[in-house]
C-alpha cells in the first residue's frame, strides 16, 4: 500500500502539471461515469493530499475523493493514447494525462464530505497543521501496543509499515512495547524521525534510512537501504532481525537497538 510520502508526491506533481486548466475526465472502466460526466470540462484548483488520502478539489466545490489501498496506481499517458479499459478514471490536460488503476475508493463529495473523512484521521506528519500532541494523546492513553498504534490512520495519517519498522527503530522501540509507556520525549523523538523521512522520501521518491556519509543516496538500493525493513540482520548492529505479525502487517525489530518489553 502506498504510505504517505508517495501520496504527497502524487498530489505535488499532479497539481503542478493540471492546476489550473480544464481537464477532461472520462472512465473508461465505467465504475465512475457519473462523477467523470460531472467533472469533465471542469477547471481543476489543487491537489489535497492527507494521509493516504488525496481531494481533488475543482472549481464550484467539487472535490473528487481517491484512496489508493493496496493495489491503485496512477499511470502516465499521452495526450491522445488510447485509455486502458481498466481505468476507473482518465484525467486530461493540454500536455499531460493519467490513469487511476485499482483505487479502493474514487468517490465526488464536497467539501463536507472531505472534513468528514479528515476528521477520523489522525495528525499527518507531512503537513503544516499537523498537531503532534493530538497523536500522543492517542499514544499515551492506549494499552494497545505501539506497532499496533502507528498503523491506525487514527493516531498517525500516513504511515505505513515501512514508516512503522523503520522510525520504531531509529526512535528505540521494540514493537510491542505499550502505549502507555511511551513518554512524551521518546514519541517526541518518533515523531521527528518520521517527519524527516516522510519529508526525504517526498522528495527522493522511496524511503532510505541507511544514509553513510559522504555517499551519493540515489546509489543505495532499497534493498540495501532499510535498517530492519526486511533486513535478516540489523544494518547497525548485525543482531538477527525479529518479526511477527502485528496489526495485519509483519513487524521488523532489532533485539539489540529495540530492546523488548520484560
Not at 19 to 25: D, I, M, N, W
Not at 165 to 170: I, M
Not at 232 to 252: D, I, K, N
Request: glycine share 10%.
Amino acid at each position: 500500500m502506498p504510505e504517505g510520502h508517495l501520496i504527497h508526491r502524487y498530489a505535488r506533481d499532479q497539481e503542478q502539471t493540471f492546476a489550473g486548466a480544464l481537464l477532461r475526465v472520462s472512465s473508461p472502466q465505467k465504475r465512475f461515469l457519473e462523477g467523470a460526466r460531472h467533472l469533465d470540462g471542469s477547471r481543476l484548483e489543487r491537489v489535497e493530499a492527507y494521509g493516504k488520502h488525496l481531494f481533488y478539489w475543482w472549481e464550484g466545490k467539487e472535490v473528487l475523493h481517491v484512496h489508493l489501498g493496496r493495489q491503485g496506481t496512477f499511470l502516465p499517458v499521452r495526450p491522445g493514447a488510447p485509455p486502458l479499459a481498466q481505468a476507473r478514471l482518465r484525467i486530461s490536460g493540454p500536455d499531460a494525462g493519467i490513469d487511476l488503476v485499482a483505487p479502493t475508493v474514487c468517490e465526488l463529495l464536497g467539501p463536507e464530505g472531505r472534513d468528514r473523512i479528515v476528521a477520523r484521521l489522525g495528525p499527518d506528519p507531512l503537513r503544516d497543521d499537523a498537531n503532534p500532541d493530538a497523536a500522543f494523546a492517542a499514544i499515551a492513553g492506549s494499552s494497545r501496543m505501539i506497532g499496533a498504534l502507528v498503523l491506525d490512520q487514527a493516531v498517525l495519517a500516513g504511515v505505513g509499515n515501512v514508516l512503522r519498522a523503520e522510525g520504531l527503530f531509529l526512535t528505540g522501540l521494540h514493537p510491542t512495547v505499550r502505549g502507555t509507556s511511551v513518554s512524551r520525549d521518546v514519541f517526541d523523538s518518533l515523531w521527528s524521525h518520521l517527519t524527516l523521512m516522510m519529508r526525504r522520501a517526498v522528495a527522493e521518491g522511496r524511503i532510505i534510512t541507511v544514509r553513510p556519509p559522504g555517499v551519493d543516496v540515489r546509489t543505495i538500493p532499497e534493498s540495501e537501504g532499510r535498517y530492519v525493513y526486511k533486513q535478516e540482520r540489523c544494518r547497525r548492529c548485525g543482531t538477527p532481525v525479529q518479526t511477527g505479525e502485528l496489526a495485519g502487517r509483519t513487524a521488523y525489530a532489532c533485539p539489540r537497538d529495540q530492546p523488548p518489553p520484560s
